[in-house]
C-alpha cells in the first residue's frame, strides 16, 4: 500500500484540550480548592410519607459517614452564543457516596458538576456558580447562585452559621412568608424521634447545630462562602422571601411522574464553606462544611429535607 500523507489542521478552539493543572485551577474560581477526596460524616433529616402504615409522614434520621470526589474538567466548556458571543468556562465533576454512621447502609449517592460561569452581557448577569446534580429517586437539579456575592465570598476567619428550622410549614399565600405548622399530629415526632448516636441534642429542630459543634474551638483563618439555590422559597438559607405567584427564578428541579404525585421535590437551597484550619503546631488543613434543604411537598405541607456535614479533604 502506498504511503499517504494527510495534513490535518485543528483549531486549536475546537481542540478542547487540558490546559497545565496550575491554569485551570486558577479559572476555577471559588472551586479551586474542591478537585480531590473529601471524607467526614453529618446528619441527615428527611420526612417520608407514610401511608402504608397508616401515618402520614415518619421521621428519618441518620448520622451519616461521607466520602466526595471532585475531579477538574481540564479543557474548557463552549457555550454557543447569538445574542452575544460565546463563552468558554470551567469546573469539576464529583461523585457522593453518603452512608449511615451506624449500620453503614447506603443512604445516598449523587453524581453532578459545578461549573464557574463568567459574567454575560445577554442576559446582563454577574459571574455565578452552578450546581448540576442527578438524584437516583429520579430528579435532576441545576441550582445557581443568584448574585455574585452569594456565588463566592472570601470571609477571614471561621463561617457564620445560622440556624435552620425543620419544622413543616405552608407559606402565606400574599407574602410567601413561612407560616409554621403548629398541630401535635405534625409536630409531635419532631420531638419524640430518638437521635442517632453522635448527634447533639436539639439537632433536630436545628440541624445546622451539628456542624456548628463540629468546628468549635477550632481556628478557622479563611472560609470560602458558595451558596446556590434552585427556585428557593421560605428565606431558606438567608434565600430572598418571594410570593407564590413571584418565585425566585433561579435553577430548577425535575422529577419522575411518581415523585412529583407522591413527594415532590420542588425546591433547594444549599451553602458550602470551604474552611482553612490552623493546627496548633501551624500546619493547615483543608475542611468543607454544608447545609442544604429540599423541600419536600406532600399532605399540603412543605417538610424540610435537610443535610449537613463536615469533611476534611485528604
Do not use: C
Not at 108 to 132: D, Q, Y
Not at 191 to 220: D, H, M
Amino acid at each position: 500500500m502506498a504511503n499517504v500523507n494527510v495534513n490535518l489542521v485543528v483549531n486549536p478552539q475546537l481542540l478542547r484540550a487540558a490546559a497545565p493543572q496550575d491554569t485551570v485551577l486558577k479559572h476555577l474560581g471559588a472551586l479551586s480548592e474542591l478537585p480531590g477526596t473529601w471524607v467526614g460524616s453529618g446528619f441527615n433529616l428527611i420526612s417520608l410519607p407514610d401511608k402504608h402504615e397508616n401515618k402520614i409522614f415518619r421521621l428519618k434520621l441518620n448520622a451519616t459517614q461521607e466520602t466526595l470526589n471532585f475531579t477538574e474538567i481540564g479543557a474548557p466548556i463552549p457555550n454557543r452564543g447569538s445574542a452575544q458571543d460565546d463563552i468558554a468556562f470551567l469546573g469539576v465533576h464529583y461523585f457522593q457516596l453518603v452512608s449511615d454512621a451506624v449500620t453503614h447502609a447506603a443512604l445516598h449517592l449523587e453524581p453532578g458538576m459545578w461549573l464557574n460561569l463568567p459574567s454575560t452581557t445577554a442576559p446582563a448577569e454577574p459571574p455565578t456558580v452552578v450546581r448540576l446534580a442527578t438524584i437516583p429517586h429520579g430528579d435532576a437539579l441545576l441550582a445557581q447562585s443568584d448574585l455574585v456575592l452569594e456565588g463566592k465570598t472570601a470571609v477571614m476567619g471561621p463561617p457564620k452559621i445560622d440556624p435552620v428550622d425543620s419544622t413543616p410549614f405552608t407559606l402565606n399565600q400574599t407574602t410567601g412568608a413561612r407560616q409554621n405548622e403548629t398541630s401535635p399530629v405534625y409536630l409531635q415526632p419532631f420531638t419524640q424521634t430518638p437521635l442517632p448516636p453522635g448527634i447533639p441534642v436539639g439537632s433536630i429542630a436545628n440541624p445546622n447545630l451539628v456542624i456548628s459543634n463540629a468546628i468549635r474551638g477550632q481556628n478557622i483563618t479563611n472560609t470560602v462562602v458558595i451558596r446556590v439555590n434552585a427556585t428557593p422559597i421560605g428565606g431558606i438559607n438567608g434565600t430572598p422571601i418571594a410570593p407564590p405567584n413571584r418565585p425566585n427564578n433561579v435553577g430548577g428541579i425535575v422529577n419522575i411522574p411518581f415523585v412529583n404525585v407522591n413527594a415532590n421535590a420542588n425546591s433547594f437551597s444549599a451553602i458550602f464553606w470551604i474552611e482553612t484550619v490552623n493546627n496548633p503546631d501551624n500546619t493547615q488543613f483543608l475542611q468543607l462544611q454544608y447545609t442544604q434543604t429540599t423541600i419536600l411537598d406532600f399532605d399540603g405541607i412543605k417538610w424540610p429535607h435537610i443535610s449537613v456535614a463536615t469533611l476534611v479533604k485528604q
